[in-house]
């Protein structure tokens, strides 16, 4: 599966933006999709998931402020930001996998080339 994302910008402390994650390829609605986020200097972090069955997981940091969501019909993921906070600026990337353990990046098999989010103060 191919996954290209997009809807990253520049937005002020407090703003909001709805990331997309458009796949191409089979079975979208067997895979996890996972989004992660890089801030320079730092790891590639966990930031939400949710899997074939619509379970989903986040990060403490982002709980309450992120929800991400799927459409399989579209076959895209979503991850709408609200509250943005300057600490919530990176490269965010989507992911996707048929492995459990849907929080580590080190069980994702594809994944898209980043979108960058940049939040103001």
């Known amino acids: 599966v191919q996954l290209q994302a997009s809807g990253g910008g520049l937005v002020q402390a407090g703003g909001s933006l709805r990331l997309s994650c458009a796949a191409s390829?089979?079975?979208?609605?067997?895979?996890?999709l996972g989004w992660f986020r890089q801030a320079p200097g730092k790891e590639r972090d966990f930031v939400a998931a949710?899997?074939?069955?619509?379970?989903?997981f986040y990060a403490d940091s982002v709980k309450g402020r992120f929800t991400i969501s799927r459409d399989n019909a579209k076959s895209t993921v979503y991850l709408q930001m609200n509250s943005l906070e300057p600490e919530d600026t990176a490269v965010y990337y989507c992911?996707?996998?048929?492995?459990?353990?849907?929080?580590?990046?080190?069980?994702?098999?594809?994944w898209g080339q980043g979108t960058q989010v940049t939040v103001s103060s």
């Open positions: 992911a996707a996998t048929t492995s459990g353990g849907v929080t580590a990046n080190v069980m994702y098999d594809y």
């Open positions: 390829g089979r079975s979208f609605n067997t895979y996890h």
């Open positions: 949710i899997t074939w069955r619509r379970s989903t």
